[in-house]
């Protein structure tokens, strides 16, 4: 399989045999696009080719938070490989793009044959555990700007782009932070010259800058990612 074919980076180490037996189907994925949502049955897993999709909890408020962003290391819904019927999170684009999909009892009989699928199926989903657990941590202890940094060089990776095109409001609620506290970051950020933002859209002008202004825990999930992208799985792509 040559990793020409396919961004995915899961998808891209398959051997054309699994290719075959997952019946991959291509999907546009909008902006705010639903890939989950908690209580529903999870019935397709998503292999993202581009954009992000962002990972949260919603509170009984209707408010939420983020624990983890995915981009072309992903398989959105792989939970459902551990056994879960219904999701537990929302699931949703925050950057539009394109990716494929597969029915989860294919994707699941697939698994269960033990081989390149189920060896890099787990390996996403330790990666998004420890992006899950860092995010908590991180949340928990560093200072708005930090976390704001670390969020934007993650997105930034995936996205391949130095412009997000988000809003800064937009990343209030997924950093569990109020607009006015997030505002005030931002405009920090953007005096420093690190950032620059119009409307619904934010430019990363100095990424040095962000990671040197980032916590620990943007390295951390960076440098898990790339082990998981490196991973050698032995299917000779």
């Excluded at 019946?23 to 209580?39: Q, T």
């Excluded at 019935?43 to 992000?52: D, S």
């Excluded at 056994?83 to 999170?89: H, Y």
Aim: aromatic content about 6%.
């Amino acid at each position: 399989m040559s990793d020409s074919l396919y961004k995915n980076r899961l998808l891209a180490r398959l051997p054309a045999s699994a290719i075959a037996r997952l019946e991959l189907h291509p999907i546009k994925l909008p902006a705010g696009h639903p890939i989950e949502f908690p209580g529903d049955l999870i019935e397709h897993i998503v292999f993202v080719e581009e954009g992000i999709a962002s990972m949260t909890v919603t509170f009984q408020d209707g408010s939420q938070a983020e624990v983890a962003v995915a981009g072309p290391e992903s398989v959105l819904g792989s939970s459902s490989m551990m056994g879960t019927k219904r999701s537990l999170n929302r699931v949703y684009m925050q950057i539009a793009g394109h990716g494929f999909t597969s029915r989860t009892e294919l994707a699941l009989r697939e698994f269960k044959r033990g081989e390149h699928f189920h060896d890099l199926t787990l390996r996403y989903l330790q990666a998004q555990f420890v992006q899950s657990a860092q995010t908590a941590g991180c949340n928990a202890h560093h200072a708005i700007e930090q976390r704001l940094a670390r969020w934007l060089l993650l997105c930034s990776d995936r996205h391949g782009d130095r412009m997000l095109p988000l809003s800064h409001e937009y990343l209030g609620d997924m950093l569990g932070v109020n607009r006015s506290s997030l505002s005030v970051v931002a405009q920090t950020l953007r005096e420093r010259k690190l950032i620059e933002y119009t409307r619904g859209k934010i430019y990363l002008l100095d990424l040095p800058g962000l990671e040197r202004l980032a916590c620990e825990c943007y390295r951390v999930v960076r440098d898990h990612l790339a082990n998981h992208a490196e991973y050698d799985d032995g299917s000779g792509s």
